[in-house]
């Protein structure tokens, strides 16, 4: 059984920084894809960005490109999301994802095709 933990989510000032930690169990990460999503109140679950398993090889939606960082450290099984310049639009429910290394790369981007997910982490940024 895949168990996804996050932790560091919190309250920040525009402008500021937050590091967003995923514990995973059941599944190692260095071998799978891994992802961060986030959910703002009346919105669909967005796609934040990917590292692969094999390269790796790291993805990112248009919205974060050059203020986040996904990296993943494999003696702890981890995977992290440094989140700089935040705005008040990064404000949402942060969630980790996981799906195995195989399939289409446009999969990567597609939450349907995570089939593991931890519970979330609140980030919200004031303006």
């Known amino acids: 059984q895949v168990q996804l933990m996050e932790s560091g989510g919190g309250l920040v000032q525009a402008g500021g920084s937050l590091r967003l930690s995923c514990a995973a169990s059941g599944r190692t990460v260095s071998a799978s894809t891994m992802a961060w999503f986030r959910q703002a109140p009346g919105e669909e679950r967005e796609f934040v960005a990917a590292?692969?398993?094999?390269?790796?090889?790291?993805y990112y939606a248009d919205s974060v490109k050059g203020r986040c960082t996904i990296s993943r450290e494999n003696a702890k099984n981890a995977v992290y999301l440094e989140m700089n310049s935040l705005k008040p639009e990064d404000t949402a429910v942060y969630y980790c994802a996981s799906r195995p290394a195989w399939g289409l790369s446009e999969w990567i981007l597609q939450r349907t095709k995570y089939n593991a997910w931890g519970q979330g982490t609140q980030v919200t940024v004031s303006s």
């Open positions: 590292i692969t398993g094999t390269g790796p090889r790291t």
